[in-house]
C-alpha cells in the first residue's frame, strides 16, 4: 500500500509525541494508536503501517546484543554498557550471550552498527585481505 505525504507526517508527529526524553514510552504508543482507531481519520491505516515501521526500528536502534567467548563478570558487562550509553544513549536493552566460535574479544551489535573485536573477526579481517 502506497503512503501518503500526509500519513508519513502524522506518523513521525505521532512517533515524536510518543517519546519522553529520547526513549519510546509503551504507555504512549498503545494510546495513540487506540485513539488513531477511534478517530479514523482519512488515510489512518497508512499513518499506522508507517508508526508500526518507526516503532520498529526504534525497538531495533535500542536494543543491545553482546556476544563474548566465554561468559563475561558483572564488572565488565557494566563496563560495557556504560560505554554503549556513551556512544547511543541511555534506554538500551541488553542481550549477552556466550559464543564460543568468536575464539575471544567481544562483537556487538547496536541496531545496524557492528563492533567486531572479536578473534574471528579479525582473522576474517586478514584472510579476505590476503
Same mark, same amino acid.
Given at each position: ?17 510518543? @517519546? /519522553? ?5 509503551? &504507555? ?13 481519520? @482519512?488515510?489512518? *491505516?497508512?499513518?499506522?503501517? @508507517?508508526?508500526?515501521?518507526? /516503532? ?10 553482546? *556476544?563474548?567467548?566465554? &561468559?563475561?563478570? *558483572? ?6 554498557? &556504560?560505554?554503549? *550509553? ?11 550471550? /556466550? ?9 556487538? @551489535? ?21
Amino acid at each position: 500500500m502506497k503512503i501518503s505525504k500526509q500519513s508519513r507526517r502524522d506518523a513521525k508527529a505521532l512517533f515524536n509525541t510518543c @517519546r /519522553v526524553q529520547g526513549v519510546l514510552d509503551d &504507555a504512549r504508543v498503545r494510546t495513540a494508536v487506540t485513539q488513531l482507531i477511534a478517530l479514523k481519520p @482519512r488515510g489512518f *491505516e497508512g499513518t499506522l503501517d @508507517r508508526l508500526k515501521r518507526l /516503532v520498529k526500528l526504534d525497538l531495533d536502534r535500542r536494543s543491545a546484543l553482546i *556476544e563474548s567467548a566465554t &561468559a563475561l563478570s *558483572e564488572s565488565t558487562q557494566q563496563d560495557v554498557k &556504560a560505554r554503549l *550509553e556513551k556512544l547511543h544513549g541511555a534506554g538500551l536493552q541488553y542481550t549477552f550471550q /556466550v559464543n564460543a566460535a568468536l575464539v575471544g574479544g567481544l562483537r556487538i @551489535r547496536v541496531g545496524s552498527d557492528i563492533y567486531d573485536g572479536s578473534v574471528a573477526g579479525r582473522l576474517q579481517a586478514l584472510e579476505t585481505t590476503l
